[in-house]
């Protein structure tokens, strides 16, 4: 891997910090701004929707700029964003400062990822963005427990300001190291009408109701997971950030086990990981008020919805390879998708009095229909190249005579 990549790796692990830290402090943040768990738990939304939002608006309104330039603008902005949450002195400014920070998450997202697979070739797409997303990993790993420990020890701000300074090294980095880049010009030159056409492509469809149903499986769950840890599985407080880190782990040896296998296998490591998702969620709501169920099945949770993620990558890359950068965008508001329509899904039952364990068993209900989704675009995939195959049979029949006639 070029070390550029690396360093978006690094930054996108700021933006991960500060995208799945609340999971970590949303009970002491509750308890100041003087909201209940599932209007904190919307804060996680508001960041979501900002991301669904900022990527494809963003991506395609800095789609004439230099990459390197766009990639700076948003970082600083995103860092301004953390700052402001800090200083928030209402739930209502917290908002907005989610809101703001997640726009510019999203476009360094769609931008990042764009200039990550440009730097590879095609076989390496899944690597690439493996190191994007193993960003996301180590901030559940380090990033997000140590939010939860400043939550817990030195107030739920101290975290923002622990991300903002986070962002300042991202920025650096991207200033050192990331290669300035040219706008193309000519026939090469990116145009927004031609990158729209992606959508006409059911697979490019499918492919992001899949990522986005794979994300809202997970949030549902993981959103309220620190409540579900204390209040359901009977474990201290204290203990949520170990647990967090667990997940972390499972997270990261996922991105690894997917970022090795994809590229060869992209069906199967997504059905398969879907798949062991769903799994895993059902365990996890029959064996809620277990302690050891629940850390083990964090940690495998972790593993299972992260391999995934290289693969779900790369195939919306491969699909829509005629436009890169809205490309890395659609992808991005799949995924952020899933992020607004799972916790929002997981508070409306914990809001209807199911409990805690209810949370999993709609993360398994969406979970399978990601693998319903999933095996529809396997069979078109398999569909379009056996009718590639049976056209380029019958134009290899054709040639002899044609180039007779043609004498």
């Known amino acids: ?37 599932p209007q904190a738990g919307l ?3 508001a960041f979501a929707i900002g991301m669904v939002v900022g990527a494809p608006v963003l991506a395609g309104a800095t789609l004439q700029l230099p990459r390197r330039t766009t990639l700076i603008g948003l970082l600083t902005v995103f860092g301004l964003g953390q700052v402001a949450g800090a200083v928030a002195p209402s739930y209502g400014v917290l908002f907005v400062s989610r ?16 200039v990550a697979v440009s730097l590879v070739p095609v076989t390496a797409r899944a690597r690439a963005m493996a190191v994007m997303v193993g960003g996301l990993s180590i901030a559940n790993i380090a990033g997000v427990p140590a939010g939860a420990l400043l939550g817990q020890h030195a107030g739920w701000r101290s975290a923002f300001w622990a991300v903002a300074v986070l962002s300042a090294i991202g920025l650096i980095g991207v200033i ?13 030159r990116p145009a927004l009408r031609r990158e729209l056409s992606i ?10 109701v899949g990522t ?7 949030f549902a769950l993981f959103s309220y997971l620190a409540p579900l840890l204390t209040d359901t599985a009977g474990l201290s407080e204290s203990s949520v950030p170990t647990v967090l ?20 296998h992209p069906f199967g490591t997504i059905l398969g990981g879907i798949g062991a998702s769903a799994t895993v969620l059902t365990l996890l ?3 809620a008020h277990s302690p050891v169920a629940a850390v083990t099945l964090s940690l495998l949770l972790g593993v299972t919805a992260f391999t995934t993620a290289p693969a779900l990558n790369a195939r919306m890359f491969n699909v829509a390879h005629a436009a890169p950068t809205l490309a890395g965008a659609t992808t991005t508001s799949a995924f952020n998708m899933g992020n607004t329509v799972g916790p929002w899904l997981g508070g409306l039952v914990i809001g209807a009095g199911w409990g805690y364990p209810a949370v999993a068993w709609t993360g398994a209900l969406l979970a399978a229909l990601g693998v319903v989704t999933t095996v529809v675009a396997l069979r078109l995939h398999r569909a379009r190249s056996a009718s590639r195959l049976v056209a380029s049979s019958e134009d290899a029949r054709r040639a002899p005579v044609e180039a007779s006639d043609r004498v």
């Not at 690094?10 to 009970?27: C, K, N, P, R, Y």
């Not at 040896?253 to 970022?259: A, D, Q, S």
């Open 245 to 264: 880190a667990l997940f972390g782990v499972g997270a990261l040896i996922g991105t690894f086990v997917g970022g090795r296998i994809a590229d060869a």
């Open 99 to 114: 809101v703001v920070s997640a726009l510019a998450c999203a476009g360094f997202w769609a931008v990042g990822a764009a």
């Open 199 to 208: 959508y006409r492509d059911k697979q490019v469809w499918l492919a992001l």
């Open 176 to 188: 050192a190291l990331v290669p300035r880049t040219a706008v193309p010009t000519g026939d090469e």
């Open 1 to 37: 891997m070029p070390l550029a990549v690396y360093v978006l790796g690094l930054s996108v692990f700021a933006l991960g910090t500060s995208e799945f830290m609340l999971s970590g402090i949303l009970q002491p943040l509750a308890r100041d701004m003087g909201v209940s768990i």
């Open 285 to 287: 709501a029959l064996t």
């Open 43 to 45: 804060l996680v939304s």
């Open 212 to 218: 986005a149903l794979n994300g809202a499986a997970v």
